[in-house]
């Protein structure tokens, strides 16, 4: 039985989990492979380096020689691990505001240490601090130009504040940092109100000459006051004119799409789109 033969196999569920405060999630990691050995975890918070939480040797049959959890990470009713066959699950119960995190589970087979994509985790909180994001949604063409606006009301604290762009395109399994303002507390004013903690702080991601690959949802997050908050998103859709030319007779004729529209389809017994794209022939 030749253990190199068998392909490798690693699953970690790529997701974006969005919970509120005092509730339990489970991160799971699954190697459906005879020759791993060692499960570990790494949690990696916004604008810091992974840690490594757990290491875990596992000898089969849902048997694990040992379970360290690293440094200051430590198994306890907030914190835990829940092993299986082939897999080592990261529980974490009533959730904190210091969770959010981006999490990592590795496997360790034949000398070799696979990754999985990560799983993000966000903590909602029920703080006054709000992140607004302007607009909802832009339609662009490609060679144009956007600003995208970001205004964050939050309390003042020591150690201000990190701003942080997200993009998720279509496809994509999470959104990837694009952008960081780093500290950036001087961009903030004040709440005009007597002794009001609040400030209202205004950033801008200006994108210019867009291309189709610039289209996606983005978020704008800001790490403060122990916490992490996100915006709901601006969707930024790039539409394309597609061209065609055709040679006909010897002349040149090209065919540009002016309109793009969707009409219900009320045929007998169906229900659905069909889509009408309008033509205009212009001949040389």
Partial sequence: FDYYMIPYVFFQRVDVFTI??????????????????????????LGQKPLHITSSLYVGEESYHSNNFIEDFTETKHLGLRRGDYSCNLTISKTEPGDSATYYCSTTAIYEQTFGEGTVLIVKTASSNIVLQQPVSESVQPGDSVTLNCTIRTETCV???SVYWFRHGSGESRPGI?????????????????????????????????SPSDAGTYYCAVASCGEILFGNGTKLDIK???????????????????????????????????KTVVYAGIRQ
């Fill in 20 to 45: 509120i405060l005092q509730c339990t999630v489970t991160l799971t990691c699954f190697c459906p492979n005879v020759s791993v050995t060692r499960f570990n975890w790494f949690k990696q918070s």
């Fill in 159 to 161: 150690g201000g504040h």
């Fill in 178 to 210: 694009i952008y960081t303002h780093g500290d950036r507390s001087d961009q903030c004013e004040k709440s005009p109100e007597a002794g009001s903690p609040t400030q209202s702080c205004v950033y801008n991601l200006p994108k210019r000459n867009l």
């Fill in 240 to 274: 394309v004119l597609f061209c065609a030319s055709q040679d006909q007779d010897g002349d040149n004729l090209h065919y540009v799409a002016l309109n793009l529209s969707n009409k219900k389809n009320r045929s007998r017994g169906q229900r659905g789109h069909m």
